[in-house]
């Protein structure tokens, strides 16, 4: 094993990884959508007669075809009609009042909402086959005007349900401030701001395969974050008892949040998998994908910002008029996430922030890595950098100046969170020490009295995240086995999708237990094999599954200290645990190893359920760029990331998503977005070649650091990792462009800073002549 | 459309439909799924191939083209007594993967630069455009430059005598 540095690294690196589609099930019918062209229609026919004509199409249905039926006599399900997507409520996501009158069908029935939503399925022997039948299915829907921005949306003049308000939701955070305070304050900025919708883009798109077994018990596997939801949610939807269904995640391409959820083509591939008898699966393609997953951010922001004229922060305001997509059931209540934690790192005495979340003709907006809080960062930290600048303050002593400070945790803020720990100004002094701060100022004035050299531009963002989950979501199940062949097997409720698991847990297992690493086994991602769970999500599996692993390992040395108190008739507190093995405080002579107890005693299994409090991670990143005024190029000249995230389980591990993280981030500053046109079509014909993930030839030198500050929120100390770079990079990118540029209006910099965006905010008047 | 492909050495007699992709052949006939599909439209490189020794996406190919060519997967790149290729091991020691979706792919692209030359660890500009060339959304791709420098620079010194 010592060639491999992850235990996951054997099967990916040789081709024996198991992904969903990797998996031989014979008999196994691919399921193809036929989706809508445009963004809003009434949907006048859809007739899948000739599909059903074309040689290897098993069958092909419309939402009609699949409506008023006789009740179904397979085994498995009472089912009737195909079942409309499910909401949730899990971590407020949704309510019940947001998708009241708001069906969403799995299949769109008389209407459709979003380009790329499914009105047809067909089904084949094959994929081509089930192609071959969807190009035959006849589609006609008449277009309507579509809104694709939530600022448009949110005055109904095009509404997506008839007689409902396209605003499914609103909600605040903190108390209104009075106008008082915003006039009597000596500096006030105003601004802007867009947060542009992004694709997840996990490598692996979703999968779903479904086996109606012969015992009448249905299996299903699927590249999934939340296993035990999926379970939940599907035995809903076909009216079983949930351990009639066992959810399997195999290895997984990728999640950064978009894979939790149970999409309309998953409710749909279940269905006919039950109704038909038969095994089906559906692979989505990157074209589909690109249409008919979910999405990130869509924010359109609008901040206030005061200070007295020392600098300190008075009062912060934000209102954000949230793109929820079509349908209000995955994410309508996400963007209070953003509300939450608009307070950021700073002492901000009055802090309000409102919600207004409005439905458009896109696809629905769902987490995507960071989840509500790279908005809130955004936001606030763009307009720290414009605070600064009219208070003529250097950006990091104003933000040092309102620093939390170290001392004063836990910490409520205006907006309704209780931090549990931080130290932030020791967070920024270490990116700018890192990054040279001086140095580059001093490079910056130099460049500012060269008309020759290319504006460059220094920009800081320093964040606060929440980590765990929310209140009704911060447990989560996990126990330990000892075997009699001195093995453990640790089980938990996580489903990793690139995180490491299998090498991080075991080996946290091992250290608690006091055993090699080798004897450890971990188990998940299978609702048979661990009953309950939550999953991965929040960037809570290191935080709450680590803490109830070390929790379930504390339980498993009472128990085994109880039974050889018991075989040696002693008190309990006579037996020492010491590195896997048990022994009398007095005399040592007797020392029991663990698999030897199991031997003599029987099987030892803890299973517990483990409640963690909210963590909140936090960090300051360092960004410095050179931009070419004339091609409206951004190069990231340098960037800094310094994230804390409490005890690090695996620093490489920890090391690498923080990386990778930054990257994505740079991915939403510079690059990422969705271009819409007039139809509310996205523009993304040629996928990823319009799409612009980055490649490697956009990563600029990036140093990731990190301060310690364990979470008191559990016994392990361990806070999320993973999300740092989506939350904390972008604004340090975008204000090393505006800070280059000095544009009066901080509104011509929205994010993707294209070329084109550049070019027109290097044109603009600068701060200084607007002044 | 009766073929025959060899595949990492071994001789696979196959009927196939002209359409169908080099990718979905290897994956469905031939059994080795270790080649992954990411966008089927030739940008993200997750199912590069060797062809001959030439790495090509399998997604833009159809199987009928490689009709007695030479394949090599993921699957074919490890020693036949197990031995894992250097590069294998430069992946894992780097961190060079997280998921692992699209590793098959940077494996295959760079086994293919490396074999074509053993130099090429002196050339970072090389590596740097055998890394532009796939897309990675966990690893930020530093890592995986990472492994192939470390890949190539043991190849190179094992071929000195």
Redesign the interface.
């Known amino acids: 094993m010592e060639q491999w540095t992850r235990r996951e690294d054997r099967r990916l690196l040789t081709g024996h990884g198991r992904y969903v589609a990797d998996l031989v099930v014979p008999g196994c019918l691919d399921a193809a959508f036929v989706r809508s062209t445009v963004a809003h229609g009434i949907v006048r026919e859809v007739d899948c007669a000739a599909a059903r004509e074309v040689p290897g199409v098993i069958g092909a249905w419309s939402a009609a075809d699949l409506s008023g039926l006789p009740t179904c006599t397979h085994a498995a399900a009472r089912l009737q009609d195909l079942p409309p997507v499910p909401h949730t409520l899990l971590a407020r996501l949704s309510n019940e009042e947001a998708v009241t009158g708001r069906e969403w069908p799995a299949l769109a029935k008389e209407r459709v909402r979003y380009a790329g939503e499914a009105v047809a399925v067909v089904v084949g022997e094959d994929r081509y086959r089930a192609e071959d039948g969807a190009a035959e299915v006849v589609v006609r829907i008449d277009p309507l005007p579509a809104v694709v921005t939530p600022s448009r949306a949110a005055n109904d003049s095009i509404a997506l349900f008839d007689g409902l308000s396209n605003t499914a939701f609103t909600g605040e955070a903190g108390q209104p401030i009075d106008e008082s305070v915003w006039q009597g304050a000596a500096a006030v900025v105003e601004a802007r701001y867009r947060q542009q919708l992004l694709m997840p883009t996990p490598m692996e798109c979703r999968t779903i395969l479904a086996v109606p077994e012969e015992d009448g018990r249905l299996s299903v596997w699927s590249g999934h974050q939340m296993p035990h939801r999926l379970r939940r949610e599907l035995a809903a939807l076909l009216d079983l008892p949930v351990d009639r269904i066992r959810v399997v995640v195999p290895d997984t391409g990728g999640a950064f949040g978009s894979k939790s959820a149970a999409f309309p083509e998953f409710v749909t591939v279940v269905y006919l998998a039950v109704t038909l008898g038969r095994p089906v699966r559906w692979i989505e393609d990157r074209l589909e994908s690109m249409t008919a997953a979910t999405r990130g951010r869509g924010q359109d922001q609008r901040v206030r910002l005061a200070a007295d004229a020392d600098g300190h922060l008075l009062a912060y305001e934000l209102q954000i008029d949230a793109d929820v997509g079509a349908y209000p059931h995955l994410g309508v209540g996400l963007p209070m996430q953003t509300a939450w934690m608009a307070t950021g790192p700073y002492t901000t005495p009055k802090v309000h922030a409102t919600v207004r979340s409005v439905l458009t003709n896109t696809m629905v907006t769902y987490p995507y890595r960071g989840a509500g809080r790279p908005e809130a960062t955004i936001a606030l930290e763009r307009s720290m950098d414009l605070l600064a600048r009219r208070l003529g303050m250097d950006p990091a002593e104003l933000r040092r100046r309102n620093f939390i400070p170290a001392g004063s945790f836990p910490y409520q803020t205006p907006t309704g969170r209780c931090y549990d720990s931080g130290d932030y100004s020791t967070a920024l002094d270490l990116a700018l020490e890192t990054i040279g701060y001086g140095t580059w100022r001093d490079e910056q004035e130099r460049r500012r009295e060269n008309p020759d050299a290319l504006p460059l531009g220094i920009g800081l963002s320093c964040y606060v995240e929440r980590s765990g989950g929310e209140p009704g979501g911060l447990h989560e199940f996990a126990g330990v086995e000892a075997h009699e062949d001195g093995t453990i097997t640790a089980r938990c409720g996580a489903a990793p999708s690139g995180q490491s698991h299998e090498t991080t847990f075991p080996a946290l297992v091992a250290q608690a237990l006091g055993v090699e690493e080798d004897r450890v086994r971990l188990v998940e991602g299978d609702t048979d094999a661990q009953p309950e769970g939550l999953g991965s999500f929040a960037s809570r599996s290191a935080q709450v599954d680590g803490a109830a692993l070390c929790h379930a390992c504390a339980l498993l040395i009472d128990r085994a200290r109880e039974r050889a108190a018991e075989l040696w008739g002693m008190p309990v507190e006579e037996v020492e645990w010491s590195a896997g093995s048990l022994r009398p405080l007095r005399d040592g002579s007797a020392a029991i190893g663990l698999a030897e107890l199991v031997k003599d005693t029987g099987p030892l299994r803890v299973d517990d359920r483990f409640e963690s409090g909210m963590g909140f991670p936090f960090g300051a990143h360092a960004a410095v760029v050179e931009v070419d005024p004339e091609l409206g190029t951004v190069r990231v000249l340098q960037l800094v990331v310094v994230d804390d995230c409490g005890v690090v389980l695996n620093p490489a591990v920890v090391r690498g998503q923080a990386f990778g993280s930054a990257v994505q981030g740079i991915g939403q500053a510079l690059y990422e977005g969705i271009p819409y046109g007039d139809d509310g079509v996205p523009q993304l014909a040629n996928g990823l070649l319009d799409y612009l993930l980055p490649t490697a030839a956009e990563i600029p030198p990036i140093e990731v650091k990190d301060t310690r500050t364990p979470t008191p929120s559990t016994p392990l100390g361990a806070k999320g990792a993973g999300e740092s770079g989506c939350i904390g990079t972008p604004a340090a990118i975008v204000n090393a462009v505006a800070d280059a540029l000095q544009p009066a209006d901080p509104g011509l910099l929205q994010m993707p800073l294209t070329p084109d965006v550049v070019w027109r905010a290097a044109r603009a008047p600068k701060y200084e002549e607007a002044r | 459309m009766k073929i025959k492909l060899t595949v990492n050495g071994e001789q696979h007699s196959l009927d196939v439909?002209p359409?169908?992709i080099l990718a979905d052949v290897l994956?469905?006939d031939c059994?080795?799924?270790?080649?992954?599909?990411?966008?089927?439209?030739g940008?993200?490189g997750?199912c590069t191939v060797l062809v001959d020794g030439e790495a090509v996406r399998a997604c833009l190919m159809l199987a009928v083209q490689c009709d007695g060519r030479s394949v090599r997967?993921?699957?074919g790149?490890?020693s036949p007594d197990g031995e894992?290729h250097p590069l294998?091991?430069a992946?894992?020691?780097e961190?060079a993967?997280?998921?692992?979706?699209?590793?098959?792919g940077f494996?295959m692209v760079a086994a293919g630069a490396l074999e074509a030359d053993p130099t090429i660890a002196d050339d970072s500009e090389r590596i740097?455009g055998l890394?532009?060339s796939n897309?990675?959304?966990?690893?930020?791709?530093?890592?995986?430059?990472r492994a192939i420098m470390r890949a190539a620079a043991e190849s190179a010194s094992r071929g000195k005598p």
């Open positions: 439909e359409r169908r994956r469905e059994r080795l799924t270790g080649t992954h599909l990411g966008c089927e439209h940008v993200c997750a997967t993921v699957e790149l490890s894992p294998q091991r992946f894992s020691a961190h993967l997280q998921c692992g979706f699209c590793t098959p494996l740097d890394v532009e897309i990675c959304r966990c690893t930020g791709y530093e890592p995986i430059r």
